[in-house]
């Protein structure tokens, strides 16, 4: 598995200690464009210019800017749609009217609102539902998201459990 520094971190005071590989893939899942710069210096610039958050203490070490800002986030509980449509989810019922041993499925949310599961023939539509963003796939109860033990994610409905790996 490979590490990846927190692309939500304040780097501005270890700039000097990350490598443009890492100013890369940062502002690569910032969602900045960087075809194009040539100087480590446009990569410094566009690190400090696309700072998603500011309440993070700013850092001498990238890997404890890194650190913090994950430990923030996993205090978040609102899904986003990048997330949601970044994740391979195991997909199971809470009790199959077939009764036990049904296995678990793969599913995936696309970001065109689409939903496919090894379970269904076609893809399905999704969209998030209410004031509290909740998910809800063609007519099916909507899924209510919660954080794991391990910062991952949990979609559920009195039917059935979405798991994230």
Request: charged content about 30%; aromatic content about 4%; overall charge positive.
């Given at each position: 598995m490979r590490l990846e520094l927190?692309?939500?971190a304040d780097y501005r005071r270890c700039l000097s200690s990350l490598a443009i590989k890492e100013m890369k893939s940062i502002l690569i899942r910032r969602n900045v464009d960087t075809r194009g710069f040539l100087?480590?210096?446009?990569?410094?610039?566009a690190i400090v210019e696309s700072e998603y958050y500011k309440?993070?203490?700013?850092?001498?070490?990238?890997w404890k800017a890194s650190y913090f800002?994950?430990?923030h986030d996993s205090r978040r509980t609102c899904i986003t749609k990048e997330e949601l449509c970044s994740i391979t989810w195991t997909f199971s019922?809470?009790?199959?009217?077939?009764?036990?041993?049904?296995?678990?499925?793969?599913?995936?949310f696309h970001p065109d609102f689409t939903y496919t599961s090894e379970m269904f023939d076609r893809p399905l539509n999704w969209q998030f539902y209410g004031p509290d963003n909740l998910i809800q796939v063609e007519q099916y109860?909507?899924?209510s998201a919660s954080r794991t033990p391990n910062w991952g994610w949990e979609l559920t409905n009195p039917y059935v459990v979405f798991k994230s790996p």
């Open positions: 927190q692309h939500h100087e480590r210096q446009e990569y410094t610039k309440k993070d203490p700013p850092n001498r070490s990238k800002s994950t430990e019922f809470r009790e199959h009217p077939m009764g036990p041993g049904l296995q678990a499925t793969r599913a995936n109860p909507p899924l």
